[in-house]
């Protein structure tokens, strides 16, 4: 539950004064500034001409002795250095490393930048070690012992929104040897420990073990919204040792659950609103490649923005049919339009921008479309060794040329 | 992790083979001087003189960034660093449970120690480069004015991207398994979050203004009888009879070599099944290096100790051709060192030691240095 503010900053106000320092060690107090002092925190960006709106914690009971006259800040800027530091655990307790962060001065305010944005709901201890330094020699004594305060941002109450959007194949009749997950969030999600929060059910409700690939390098796209999530290859793979030993994750005649828990949070630290459930049953393996020339295909009339269709006999990759099929004119160029997937990624609709004009044109796919048990066009998910010649030389695209009239 | 490991057979193969691969049209930039920007850090290699390259994922890219650190250490520290998440978390600022270490490396010039993290979970992490030295200090590596270039790899055919709709929404991303740097070549493993079709690519450094690279398919002959596709999880240049070959351990888990040179623009490389780890044991990082006038493989893996293996018996191996037995590990003669558990990563501190990244029990890490078996 961490809420990090975009920019946030701890402040040392030292207001000059010439009055007079108690301390027994001082001398010749002229050569000095006592600085009395107060601890601000404040987020950066409301208000203040540098951005900077301050609000105060206790300033009380201490002070820190600095500088002097006309302050060289670039000259003393070492010994500023260790005049502040913020610790995230009590440094008066264990040995703990200072977070990254500089001390930078001015004319009235000495402040503590943060080198990344603090977090809300951990508690911060800052050190503030008061010195003197000689006006000649910049020099620094040790005045008093150091003063901790503590700070912790509050957390900002934050209602759950996320929630899985879609998961894909869409559809509830699964093949045994399923490569794949696509799993759609609502809003970006948090990383890292994904496999705590995936779980697949078998119909006497029992888990099944490890049945995916957890990758430390979780697949997810830019924005942390879809998680692609495999299922363990070597369990799929005809004579290796797992899929020997543990066999397929799925069984053909059986049913299973793909259950989300709702806890996994999101990037704001949230948990979803709810957890999901996609209750599939398993059918035999596919291992047939998806052929182009087995698709059934709809061309538009000329002078309209009706849709190209094409339908599949079975489901293909949600994510490669957005990606892989173009529509080119006569000269090649890229047709601009829209893409929808829909009966459960059996049917793929392109409707373009501008009107269809009469003449030749045609549909580029590149050959790593894939069904969803990894057949691509190129070729099957795992091949006889025989065979496999006269694969590796297949073409990257294909084309299924049509005519507008 | 793993180039300090064959700097010496870099030397003996020299400038050969990949030389040709200047096509494969990925764009990259010459040595320019400025702030990075990480978007994400994810595996790091070091190269020759200091060099550190790094996977930024989410921009596509892989950097090449002139750390400067080049003074030449002959023995590393001694590690022994218990909560290394939660020291690298106190000094970013933040809780433990924020922090996310993707790479630790050891610079093999310096002997210093690298770290590739992500502090935070969501889309908004922040990605920083941290040293560690052998007392546990944490240090931020400034990349406010650094030297560097950068290789992009494609995500989407960039070229044909359109607007309106098409692809706009392009969610794919490559992540970057490993990489290793070996002959003036950097070689990237990756994985795809769409198509299963995996690839290694071999980009040549110095990256060239037009970089090169050449995207090299990877099968694995399954027992004689069938070959699929198979994603590299780690792998790592070994000197086989006198020539590099990869080692490469596939997501799902055979370990397999194939020489250097087969990596050739456009190639399909078929790799000899030289071991196959068990079920519910997933590869995670590699190493070679040579004591007593032998070379190894040190491999680990999730579900056992670090699996040692002499570089004799893989130039001898046949390979896997018959269904292998009901066992945990089948293959090559390999040994279990059964103490070294829980490596997450790993990597040569000098040539006596090995640094390693381990999880104990509860999930907190602790960064070590071990002396090589």
């Known amino acids: 539950m961490r809420q990090t503010f975009r920019l946030f900053c701890c402040i040392l106000f030292l207001c000059p004064c010439l009055s007079t320092l108690t301390g027994n060690e001082i001398e010749d107090t002229e050569e000095y500034f006592r600085l009395d002092y107060s601890i601000a925190a404040m987020p950066v960006g409301e208000g203040h001409p540098d951005g900077i709106l301050p609000f105060f914690h206790s300033a009380d009971n201490g002070f820190v002795n600095v500088i002097l006259r006309d302050p060289d800040f670039e000259q003393i800027s070492d010994l500023l250095q260790s005049c502040v530091r913020v610790y995230t655990r009590d440094p008066r307790v264990e040995e703990v490393q200072p977070v990254f962060g500089e001390v930078v001065a001015s004319e009235s305010s000495l402040m503590f930048i943060p080198r990344f944005p603090l977090s809300s709901g951990v508690e911060y201890y800052i050190e503030c070690a008061p010195f003197i330094a000689s006006a000649e ?144 049953g398993v059918t035999t393996g596919d291992t047939v490649s998806p052929n182009p020339y087995n698709w059934k295909k709809t061309w538009p009339s000329a002078g309209t923005k009706e849709p190209i269709v094409l339908t599949f006999p079975e489901s293909l990759d949600e994510a490669l049919l957005q990606r892989v099929l173009i529509v080119q004119n006569k000269y090649t160029q890229i047709m601009n339009g829209t893409v929808k997937v829909s009966d459960h990624e059996t049917r793929w609709e392109f409707t373009p921008s501008v009107n269809w004009q009469p003449g030749k044109y045609r549909l580029e796919i590149e050959t790593i479309l894939e069904d969803v048990a990894g057949n691509s066009i190129a070729r099957p998910f795992e091949l006889e060794k025989t065979e496999s010649e006269n694969y590796r030389a297949g073409p990257e695209v294909v084309h299924l040329n049509f005519e507008i009239q | 992790m793993k180039i300090i490991t064959i700097r010496s057979i870099c030397v003996m193969v020299a400038s050969l083979m990949l030389a040709s691969l200047s096509q494969a049209a990925h764009h990259g930039n010459a040595s320019k001087k400025g702030s990075v920007e990480l978007s994400s850090s994810g595996s790091l290699a070091f190269g020759p003189e200091g060099v550190l390259f790094l996977a930024d994922q989410k921009n596509a890219r892989i950097l090449a960034i002139k750390t400067g650190d080049t003074k030449v250490a002959n023995r590393g520290g001694t590690y022994k660093i218990n909560d290394i998440d939660a020291k690298v978390a106190a000094a970013l600022g933040t809780s433990p449970d924020q922090i996310l270490i993707s790479d630790v490396v050891v610079n093999p010039t310096s002997r210093n120690v690298y770290m590739s993290v992500s502090r935070g979970k969501g889309a908004d992490a922040q990605a920083v480069i941290l040293t560690v030295n052998a007392k546990g200090k944490i240090d931020l590596f400034d990349l406010s004015n650094v030297s560097y270039s950068e290789a992009i790899i494609p995500n989407a055919p960039e070229d044909k991207i359109t607007g309106e709709g098409r692809r706009a929404s392009n969610k794919r991303m490559s992540v970057v398994t490993d990489m290793s740097y070996v002959n003036e070549q950097l070689v990237v493993a990756g994985l795809s979050n769409e198509e299963f079709a995996s690839t290694l690519r071999a980009i040549p450094y110095p990256f060239k203004k037009v970089n090169a690279g050449a995207s090299i398919e990877i099968y694995h002959g399954n027992h004689g009888k069938y070959e699929t596709h198979s994603p590299v999880r780690t792998f790592v240049p070994f000197d086989i009879g006198g020539d590099v070959h990869v080692v490469a351990a596939y997501t799902c888990t055979p370990l397999v070599t194939f020489p250097l040179s087969d990596l050739k623009p ?13 079920n519910r044991n997933r590869p995670l990082d590699m190493v070679v290096y040579s004591k007593a006038g032998s070379n190894y493989l040190l491999m680990a893996n999730s579900a056992r100790g670090i699996m040692k293996v002499e570089a004799m018996s893989l130039d001898s191996f046949d390979g896997i051709v018959a269904k292998v037995p009901n066992q945990e590990i089948a293959g090559v003669p390999y040994k279990t060192i059964e103490d070294w558990t829980g490596i997450m990563q790993l990597d040569l501190l000098d040539p006596e030691n090995a640094l390693v990244l381990q999880q104990k029990e509860g999930g907190s890490m602790n960064l070590m240095s071990i002396g090589l078996p």
């Open chain 2, 266 to 278: 456009k190639a399909h490389v078929m790799g000899k099944t030289i071991a196959e780890l068990g």
């Open chain 1, 137 to 280: 020699t910049w020099r620094s004594k040790t005045y008093t012992e150091n003063f901790y305060y503590t700070l912790q941002l509050p957390e900002e109450n934050l209602e759950p929104t996320a929630t899985v959007s879609a998961v894909y194949p869409s559809r509830s009749e699964l093949p045994e040897n399923l490569l794949k997950f696509y799993i759609h969030f609502s809003h970006p999600m948090s990383v890292g420990k994904v496999y705590d929060y995936i779980h697949l059910i078998d119909e006497e409700g029992k888990e099944v073990e490890l049945p995916f690939l957890e990758l430390g390098e979780e697949l997810w796209d830019y924005d942390s919204q879809r998680l692609t999530l495999l299922f363990d290859p070597g369990r799929i793979k005809t004579g290796l040792v797992p899929n020997i030993q543990e066999g397929l994750a799925l069984h053909a005649g059986r049913s299973y659950t793909l259950k989300i828990d709702g806890d996994w949070e999101d990037a704001q630290g949230q948990p979803m609103i709810d957890g999901f459930e996609k209750v599939f």
